[in-house]
């Protein structure tokens, strides 16, 4: 466990707390790396049931980190998602595909499958690499200050790397969201049943809360099972190979982008890519 995330267990519940609110709870490798430890934490307790994913401070996540002086996209770290090389030593292509197989899509995924019940506690902004972290939870309670965007279009890259888009948004309101990259809101996301509950910024934890522990009461083998089979059946829809796709063409855009303009990113930074 690092200081990039906090770990809490209260009795049946274990609250795991991404603390970079100074750059708005931003992911870089060694807060994704301590997600890792705390979630593998709670899933080894017996005594935990639930797992609640939070941000400290005024906002969720604002995704990855790419201009905060903890930037360590550069930084190895011990792989945990996969089995694939060391990006620190590759170039081009090779350096970008081996780090974001791993500390993105990888551990998305590998987090979707952790076999007890998750629950994102979302206020403020969820964007991007945010709305990553909280669609690899089961449910989602958002407070009424929450938005949402996945604005990467703007770098010329076709959404971010765990492209659930089309299952957590549907297939039309996915295409606005990818081709404006506006925010919307937390009302707008329970309509299209992408949260379960909007809430007053001040009822939020109670709120996560109690259906934490509605949710504790299930057995947890049963509930272990009903998550893997609703996986399942989410990849047999066609998620899992959608996203493969996806995850290639990703990275055909990183690589256009550092031809033409020599950065994978397109040379924008977070003021840019607010709009």
Not at 31 to 57: K, W
Not at 171 to 184: C, I, N, W
Not at 223 to 244: P, V
């Amino acid at each position: 466990m690092s200081d990039e995330v906090l770990y809490e267990r209260r009795g049946e519940l274990a609250r795991v707390t991404m603390n970079r609110p100074r750059y708005r709870n931003a992911q870089n490798s060694a807060m994704t790396y301590a997600l890792d430890a705390a979630f593998s934490r709670a899933v080894d307790d017996p005594a935990v049931r639930v797992i609640v994913l939070a941000g400290a401070g005024e906002h969720f996540s604002a995704g990855h980190d790419i201009g905060s002086p903890g930037r360590d996209a550069d930084t190895p770290f011990t792989r945990r998602a996969g089995i694939w090389w060391d990006h620190t030593d590759r170039a081009g292509a090779d350096r970008r595909y081996a780090r974001e197989i791993e500390v993105y899509l990888g551990m998305c995924r590998r987090w979707r499958e952790i076999p007890k019940p998750t629950i994102a506690m979302v206020q403020g902004a969820c964007v991007a690499g945010g709305m990553m972290l909280a669609w690899v939870c089961d449910l989602i309670v958002a407070a009424e200050d929450a938005f949402f965007a996945d604005p990467v279009l703007r770098m010329g890259i076709p959404g971010v790397e765990y492209f659930a888009h089309p299952w957590a948004l549907g297939p039309r309101f996915a295409r606005e969201v990818l081709f404006t990259g506006d925010r919307f809101d937390a009302r707008r996301a329970y309509d299209i049943g992408m949260v379960q509950r909007v809430v007053p910024r001040a009822d939020l934890e109670p709120v996560v809360l109690a259906l934490a522990g509605r949710v504790a009461a299930m057995p947890p083998f049963g509930l272990a099972l009903a998550k893997r089979a609703l996986n399942q059946c989410e990849d047999l829809m066609g998620m899992r190979a959608g996203m493969d796709a996806v995850f290639g063409l990703h990275h055909l855009a990183h690589a256009h982008n550092a031809e033409v303009t020599g950065d994978p990113l397109a040379g924008l930074d977070p003021k840019a890519m607010k709009g």
